[in-house]
């Protein structure tokens, strides 16, 4: 057992106040993530029927121009519009963050159950493989991919999903040794209850929702790895737009044309943002312990 | 005919013996009080008895239910009997329920592990159990969470489920412990009741002697992991031999005087 990071979750825990319970799915960050989340998914979701210009259309002469009513966020060196690259680059992010979370999950949930399920020698075998995993940075994993198989979505995906997957196995395996130990599963398993009835019946019930609060956490990790591995060519290639991309393009330009690095960096920003309001409002809304309280309170 | 017995029943933890050479053994409608201060080992002889010590936990001796020996077989053959011969209801009622499970789906799991119940029928019993635990309303009941019902009503869910199955012997480890008096005098007599109507034999774990006196009718006191004495409850109260019964019940005494003659069990 790792203790320091159990104390860790345990602090987290003990910082909630009474009058943040209370809002529930009115708190202002829970309003304000999915305002924000909302906004990109709008984008990516609308650039499936609709963006400004296609995604080969280029303008030779409106090459680098500011924003205008013909190209709402100006141009690029090749004259290519800004909005509709933001748009086709959200639906990118959106597509390949939740890829990664799914994959991630796949992985991690199974994993740490089984290290909390099984006994102490299997426990310490995964624990260190998570370790590993958590110590290797994801962008080099990567980069070993993409050496391999290339350069491609599925390896973008594969690469953030598997490193993300290891901070979802620690928690879950964090969340559902505490599960165990708990008096309701030896009372369960007083009447009988085999193993895999308690997982289903005890121990998915009560850790998914700080799975779901991980999910919306590591989608934002997903989405920075994806415009990360993009600036530096690893992630999805051309042409498919990204906002990673974007950023290393406008790079050269960034003297004459500082718009085109602010909007695309501005876009991963309001993503991550977004998702961590959410994630942080998500969490007071489902802990079944605050909510509890919240219904006491309420009588 | 006896259903659950156990012979030299040695736990040892890192070559310390935590319980030595323990044996007894429970016939149907047997009430025997197991009494003895924390730590002397009485709920590990009952986790024993279910075949759930923790692990690094070595066991010798033998456990025998229905004449098998169960002390060391896996664990597929202890989830049968679990539950369905020998059930168990411990101390604390309210982390012993799962926080997030309806109680009626909680009293209806057994039953459609042990007894292949579809899930209405096993929820159509369920609320009969809540009847015959005398918890208001059964139908409704059944549908609230472990935090909405009190703490004496929670320990009613508890025997409910203990009882579901039917199991010969139940085991209730301190059951009474952490509830208020009243209400502690509540359980006891449903217990009194439960056992009368089903036949299930009781072995009944407690610290407290006056508690156990009322409802126990063979005594076992331990002390130190050792039973230091056995015998009916009238002689152990009256006669006991070893230095320590005969402490518990002068201290058992002290504390009845205070509080005669209304109150004969004492909390503590």
Redesign the interface.
Known sequence: MSTPLVEAVETIEALDTPARRRRGWRSPSFVLGAALLLAILVLALMSLVWSPYGLDHTDPAARLAGPSARHWAGTDRLGRDQFTQLMLGARTAVWIGLASVAVAFVIGVPLGLLAAAA??FVENAVVGVIDIVIAFPTLLLAMLLVTVYGASTAVAISAIGIGVSAEVARLTRISASRVFT???V?????????PL?ILV??VL??IWHTLLVQAALAFGVAVIAEASLSYLGLGTPPPAPSWGRMLQEAQSTVSVAPWNVLLPGLAVAVTVVGVNLLGDGLREVLD??LR?ERQ?ADR | MTILETTGLTITLNGQPLVRDVSFGLAARDRVGLIGESGSGKSLTALAL?G?LP?GMRTSGRILIDGEDHLGAP?RQ???????TV??V?Q?PL???????PVGRQIA??LR??QGLNRSDAERRAIEWCDRVHLPDPARLVRA?P?ELSGGQRQRV?LA??LA?RPRVLIADEPTTALDVTVQAQILTLLDELIEDTGVALLFISHDLPVVAGLARHLLVMRTGRLVESGPVDDVLRRPRSDYARQLVASAARVTRLARPSVRREDR
Do not use: K
Not at chain 1, 186 to 194: K, N, S
Not at chain 2, 78 to 84: E, I, L, S
Not at chain 2, 95 to 101: F, I, Q, V
């Open positions: 006994g102490r708990q008096d309701y030896l009372a369960a398993r007083t009447c009988g209850t085999g009835m019946r005890h019930p009560n079944p312990q509890q006491a | 279910l759930l692990p664990d202890w989830r049968r009997v679990r539950g369905r059930s168990i411990f604390e982390t012993a329920l799962d926080p997030l499970m799991g057994p592990l042990h969470l935090h508890a489920m203990a199955c």
